[in-house]
């Protein structure tokens, strides 16, 4: 903890201001029981999954304190795209904090930053959810396991 004290404010501030993404880890719950999860018993000492969703009010907070930070510090001759990237679990089991959260930046007053949004998915819920993601240019990074032996560690929950 004592290296946490050496880093200056002004050089955490900087970097605030400057930042480029922003993750929210929406919930821990997944519609899969894969084995080489960080939740599952591949892991010595794993955290056992909850069902838990962030509420909208703690991601608020952050947001607004950037907000904050991005108002006093404006770049008026520069934008700057930040992207609010939305992680699980499962992110799509959550999709009124995702909404939530869009619907919010959007919102926003101007302060130089252009939002984008990305999210990590298995993609099983893709079909339910596309065209919200489509209409709000989501970027998506898509788990995939490859050959049958890797797939074979992708597991429903039954």
Known sequence: ??????????????NLVKLKQLVFEVTDACNLHCKYCAYAEMY??????????????KAKLVIDYLQDLWKRNKYHDLEKHVYIGFYGGEPLLNMKFIKQIINYTKRLPYTGRIFNYCM????????????????????????????????????DHI
């Open 44 to 57: 010595d000492g794993y955290d056992q999954r909850t069902n838990m969703n962030l509420p909208f009010s």
């Open 1 to 14: 903890m004592e290296e946490l004290n050496q880093i200056p404010k002004d050089l955490v501030l900087y």
């Open 120 to 155: 990590t998915t298995n993609a099983i819920l893709l079909d339910k959810h596309i065209d919200y993601l489509v209409e709000n240019n989501f970027t998506l990074l898509i788990s995939l396991d490859g050959d049958e032996r890797g797939q074979s560690y992708r597991t």
